[in-house]
């Protein structure tokens, strides 16, 4: 059986708890994951403050595969992100040679204490890097540092997604019910108790005709138990429907 592959993901920023940032990375790593085969299990967001960074991240690396970080990686007094992993680790920190040469080389006399923040890491991470990128993340242990900028954190997934474990798919099918989540929650509830290695979900929204509608989501990584939960399902609905056509 393929491995099971999770990951916590900790957004860092004060920003984004204060609302001035809002975030656009939970989303879209999420989704990136899930197409791995990495379940996303928990997303934490925590301001920037080392205590409370390195508290989080403890907790999370023990319990995940890996822990996927965003934010806090610049040149400000309050970028203490790479700082923060290093003492959650347990590693020196420093400035990274290969990185200050080249923040020599594109800074030149403007390369001061404030961008030279950029060239710390960790004892033994891993660069996550490429030539349209200014500060690097890194990997270290199974902690996975990144930039907060979307667009900087998309390239950075791109780089670093090669050398994670890919772990069985999450396969999933989805049925309109044309019901309200109040008509089909105890018969559906009887079906997750049946099928307890799938995941069954209703998801209320509002349909073409402006009335109130529900799709049912099903999801697991055994195609044989999907199609029987989904089957069972689809029965359940066709049953609801013909008793209510059988009163009209």
Do not use: C, W
Not at 77 to 91: E, L, N, Q, W, Y
Not at 181 to 207: C, H, K, N, Q
Not at 221 to 231: E, I, S, T, V, Y
Request: charged residues 25%; proline residues 4%.
């Amino acid at each position: 059986m393929t491995e099971i592959v999770t990951a916590g993901l900790l957004v860092i920023g004060d920003e984004i708890l204060s609302g001035r940032t809002k975030d656009k990375n939970i989303g879209f790593i999420a989704e990136y994951l899930t197409n791995l085969g990495i379940d996303l299990k928990e997303v934490r967001v925590v301001p920037d403050d080392e205590s409370e960074i390195v508290e989080a991240l403890n907790a999370l690396r023990t319990k995940f595969t890996y822990v996927f970080t965003t934010g806090g990686i610049g040149p400000t007094h309050d970028d203490i992100t790479a700082d923060s992993v290093a003492k959650a680790v347990g590693v020196p920190i420093g400035y990274h040679p290969a990185v200050v040469e080249r923040f020599k080389e594109r800074f030149g006399e403007r390369l001061n204490e404030a961008r030279l923040r950029m060239a710390r890491i960790p004892e033994g991470a891993e660069l996550i890097e490429s030539a349209t990128i200014l500060a690097p993340g890194f990997k270290v242990d199974n902690v996975i540092v990144m930039a907060g900028v979307p667009s900087i954190m998309q390239a950075m997934m791109d780089i670093i997604s090669p050398k994670l474990k890919a772990g069985q798919r999450m396969l999933s099918d989805s049925v309109r019910a044309d019901a309200l989540e109040g008509d089909i929650g105890s018969p559906l509830r009887e079906i997750a108790e049946r099928y307890s290695e799938t995941s069954i979900g209703s998801y209320p929204f509002v349909g073409e005709d402006n009335k109130p509608n529900t799709n049912i989501v099903v999801r697991s990584r055994d195609q044989h138990k999907l199609d029987a939960a989904m089957g069972e399902v689809k029965a359940m609905l066709a049953a609801l429907h013909a008793a209510r056509n059988s009163v009209q």
